[in-house]
């Protein structure tokens, strides 16, 4: 069974910073892909970054340049480090992880980014 767990969440002041952590067991990290989502109330759940099995990232225009995602295949974890943080940012977080092989996809149960002063 896949489960994607994540931690890192809490609340921080406008220009703080937080890194999310996502751990994936039950299936071989290094073949799928990685992303990170976020959903804010009343809003529909976005993509915030995307990493390739290779490493290769992209991002939101809205978090480019603040917001790095990284993995580590040997540890089946995948990282979102978020600086400069924005009270727009807040939301909750979902690690998403789509196993290219199999076309199978999955998700956290969320962890949520409050900023605020």
């Known amino acids: 069974q896949v489960q994607l767990v994540e931690s890192g969440g809490g609340t921080v002041q406008p220009g703080g910073s937080l890194r999310l952590s996502c751990v994936v067991s039950g299936r071989i990290f290094g073949y799928c892909e990685m992303s990170w989502f976020r959903q804010a109330p009343g809003k529909q759940r976005e993509l915030v970054a995307h990493?390739?099995?290779?490493?290769?990232?992209d991002y939101a225009d809205s978090v480019k340049g603040r917001f790095t995602i990284s993995r580590d295949n040997a540890k089946d974890t995948v990282w979102l480090q978020m600086n400069s943080l924005r009270d727009e940012d807040t939301a909750t977080y979902y690690c998403y992880a789509h196993f290219i092989g199999s076309n199978t996809e999955y998700w956290g149960q969320g962890t949520q980014v409050t900023v605020s002063s």
């Open positions: 990493i390739l099995t290779g490493g290769v990232a």
